[in-house]
């Protein structure tokens, strides 16, 4: 997985950057000619770790996600001269995006809007990014009506013309991408287009230190609350104390428990963007396990054990014959593998099998 990191100047986005992926990159300088800042997070899973006391492996691999941290964009960039492709390359390679907010008072880091409203930069962004996508979007309908005048291909010309005409109607009406079904007809012709608003986002609301998070920072935006999961604009939120969980990130693993504890933070906020990168891409977590290594894997919510084969290696979804399939929960419950076998847990799936959270897998195949 590969998550962008955007935003507006001054609102914490390296700073959140520094957080996740435990960097120590300077903030408040950034420079879009630099390029991106590139990390990596570690998915932390209490159950791989059990799993590794257990098994006692040579390797213990967790999951990790890709964060990509761009230059903060402008109001009116994606009208004026387009977002710089520089920016737009990175951003379209990502697979979900995190929009961080900002809700903290401080006079040595002037807003570009001179006052602090997040529910005005959401919308800001938002509307930054519809207008990059029909930019995109209105640029091809153009050249596929020439084509089609020229009858240069015309019958797949029109077929995509009318995909992309639809997408072009949302884009008018201020209504983003995600949320539309295509076929898969569709999905291909238009996958080469990378659409942002097409994308999971994740809203990252950045609090000054002891602030706490009121509905009415967001006031004129629909909140919900489905799954322990708080919506905005039907995406999920997270709020953080940006310079505070910086600090908090620094520190060694061994002191950060009895930090938190102090300052009274339930769970750091990089755990709590990774669950939430998990819930916006739906994504869930299997295992492989052994003498060798025991690893984290991570696969599409509904991918079929072939799928999911296929994220450890590609032979092993094209050889793929059978999985050999228990939970970590009942592993855990009953005390080891024969156990599990002995009250009937243990099971043999085959190609139809829907791969579950926690499940763990042992693959079979033949190439």
């Not at 040579?58 to 999951?63: Q, V």
């Not at 602030?211 to 997270?238: K, S, W």
Request: glycine share 8%; aromatic share 8%.
């Amino acid at each position: 997985m590969e998550i962008g990191i955007i935003g507006l100047p001054g609102v914490g986005k390296t700073t959140l950057f520094n957080i996740v992926t435990r960097n120590c990159v300077k903030t408040g300088s950034f420079s879009a000619s630099a390029g991106p800042n590139l990390g990596v997070a570690t998915v932390p899973d209490a159950r791989l770790a059990w799993l590794s006391d257990f098994f006692k492996p040579k390797k213990t691999t967790y999951a990790t996600i890709n964060f990509v941290d761009v230059a903060g964009l402008m109001e009116g960039a994606a009208k004026k001269d387009g977002f710089s492709a520089q920016v737009l390359g990175h951003l379209r390679a990502v697979d979900a995006l995190v929009h961080v907010v900002r809700a903290f008072p401080d006079p040595a880091v002037p807003h570009p809007a001179e006052t602090i409203d997040p529910a005005r930069d959401i919308r800001t962004v938002d509307a930054e990014l519809l207008l990059g996508d029909m930019a995109v979007a209105e640029a091809r309908v153009a050249r596929l009506r020439e084509d089609i005048a020229k009858h240069r291909n015309r019958a797949q010309a029109e077929k995509e013309l009318a995909v992309l005409e639809r997408i072009l109607a949302r884009l008018e009406a201020e209504q983003p991408i995600r949320g539309l079904e295509f076929t898969e007809d569709a999905q291909r012709m238009i996958k080469g287009y990378t659409f942002l608003t097409a994308k999971p986002m994740i809203y990252a609301l950045n609090l000054g230190e002891g602030q706490a998070f009121t509905p009415e920072m967001l006031a004129g935006l629909p909140l919900e609350e489905r799954d322990g999961v708080t919506l905005v604009n039907g995406h999920p939120l997270i709020a953080f104390q940006g310079k505070l969980e910086e600090e908090i990130a620094q520190l060694p693993a061994e002191d950060v428990s009895e930090f938190l504890e102090a300052m009274g933070i339930e769970e750091p906020a990089a755990h709590r963007l990774i669950r939430l990168c998990y819930y916006a891409l739906d994504v869930i977590a299997f295992f492989t396990v052994g003498e060798d290594e025991c690893r984290a894997w991570t696969t599409k919510r509904g991918d079929t054990a072939p799928a999911a084969a296929g994220r450890i290696h590609s032979d092993l979804e094209r050889g793929f014959i059978r999985a050999e399939v228990f939970r970590y929960d009942d592993l855990r419950r009953l005390g080891s593998i024969q156990a599990v076998k002995e009250a009937g847990l243990f099971r043999v799936e085959g190609k139809t099998h829907l791969v579950e959270d926690g499940e763990i897998l042992n693959i079979r195949f033949n190439v």
